[in-house]
């Protein structure tokens, strides 16, 4: 399994993308936000098959491809990151073994269409917090009865005490 991540999108799901910002402060927060997913220990397994675009249409250089932590991160560079992903996708000898994260419902379409699997951001979001189940559909597990504590004379006469004794209501 190999994941193929639209970083924006799933900054902006998880709520890491400052707004009304400098540039060097949205760096910083891309900076936290990678931090975050390379401490994960659910993703570091699949870290040589990870990456991670950004979109760099409009930047001024290319900034290419570099890692952080272990991640694979990739910018775009005269084209849209969506773009660059389905080409990702497209190019991929295996593609049934990507799973793209992202709710841009262009690259989930792109994504079946190859075979690869879409994943939602709070999907991808749902697994790193608990991996049981890698993105296949529902978790399901047993419902767990909280367990309730049995109560004895002694706990009402502590709590009487305590509290003191119930006062009659006025009628």
Known sequence: MAFLIDGYNLMHAVGSVPTGVHARQFDAARGRFLDWLAESATLKPYFP????I?????????????????????????QTADDLIETYLVL???????????????LQTAAKRVRAKPMACSEFVDWLIDPR??????????????????SSADDLAEFLQIFGSPKPRPR
Do not use: C, M
């Open 49 to 52: 098959v990870t990456r991670i």
């Open 133 to 150: 189940t890698p993105g296949d559909g529902p978790k399901t597990y047993p419902p767990v009865a909280p367990e309730k504590p049995k």
């Open 92 to 106: 991929d000898k295996n593609p049934q073994k990507i799973r793209l994260v992202s709710n841009d419902q262009r």
């Open 54 to 78: 950004f979109d760099a249409q409009h930047a001024t250089r290319d900034w290419g491809t570099t890692s952080h932590r272990g991640l694979t991160i990739t910018f775009s560079f005269r």
